[in-house]
Antibody, heavy 122, light 107 residues
Framework: EVQLLESGGGLVQPGGSLRLSCAAS????????ISWVRQAPGKGLEWVSS????????YYADSVKGRFTISRDNSQNTLYLQMSSLRAEDTALYYC???????????????WGQGTLVTVSS | EIVLTQSPGTLSLSPGERATLSCRAS???????LAWYQQKPGQAPRLLIY???SRATGIPDRLSGSGSGTDFTLTISRLEPEDFAVYYC?????????FGQGTKLEI
């Protein structure tokens, strides 16, 4: 059974930093692209960032480019999102989402975690 | 960036009825790279349809997707109680990947 378990969310002040983790199990982690998708409270879904299976290729939404860094540790089956210079508009539930496609991914997501909440507020 | 506009915002129907949800793109979506997701309160999204018309694993055939170019449709032929939720379309044909704002299907 595919499982994605996010952690690392919490309350952080504007301008602060946070690192999210996503522990994956139930599939061959190192052959699939994987992404972060967020959802502000009561709002819709927003793609944040994706990383290829090998970790070499990374992609970001303009809203987070230069502030967030996606990475993965295939030896630990874990995905990360390092977030810095956080803003109030980054407040959201952050989902880890497995790409349907292998290697560079297809761009749509067949399994999702339950999310970790990030709140940016003073 | 491709903007996806879903309509209607809210759809009120009864079990057994047919639901038709629309997703319109601001530019052509290449290779029919469009997916549909269902989200229930307090839950993560669930993949329903990809490639505009291919059902994901375990999705019943009363759900179907259609369309190409800029106009796409999700149809639920006979609504079951578990179908009442929010539905999102997503395009993945060009970066950045974008989602529609959602359609709430309510009883």
């Amino acid at each position: 059974e595919v499982q994605l378990l996010e952690s690392g969310g919490g309350l952080v002040q504007p301008g602060g930093s946070l690192r999210l983790s996503c522990a994956a199990s139930g599939f061959t982690f190192n052959i699939y692209a994987i992404s972060w998708v967020r959802q502000a409270p009561g709002k819709g879904l927003e793609w944040v960032s994706s990383i290829s299976a090998g970790g070499v290729n990374t992609y970001y939404a303009d809203s987070v480019k230069g502030r967030f860094t996606i990475s993965r540790d295939n030896s630990q089956n874990t995905l990360y999102l390092q977030m810095s210079s956080l803003r109030a508009e980054d407040t959201a539930l952050y989902y880890c989402a497995k790409d349907w496609g292998r290697k560079y991914g297809s761009g749509f997501f067949d399994y999702w975690g339950q999310g970790t909440l990030v709140t940016v507020s003073s | 960036e491709i903007v996806l506009t879903q309509s209607p915002g809210t759809l009120s129907l009864s079990p057994g009825e047919r639901a038709t949800l629309s997703c319109r793109a601001s530019q052509r979506v290449s290779s029919s790279s469009l997916a549909w997701y269902q989200q229930k309160p307090g839950q993560a999204p669930r993949l329903l349809i990809y490639g505009a018309s291919s059902r994901a694993t375990g999705i019943p055939d009363r759900l179907s997707g259609s369309g190409s170019g800029t106009d796409f449709t999700l149809t639920i032929s006979r609504l079951e109680p578990e179908d009442f939720a929010v539905y999102y379309c997503q395009q993945y044909g060009s970066s950045p990947y974008t989602f529609g704002q959602g359609t709430k299907l309510e009883i």
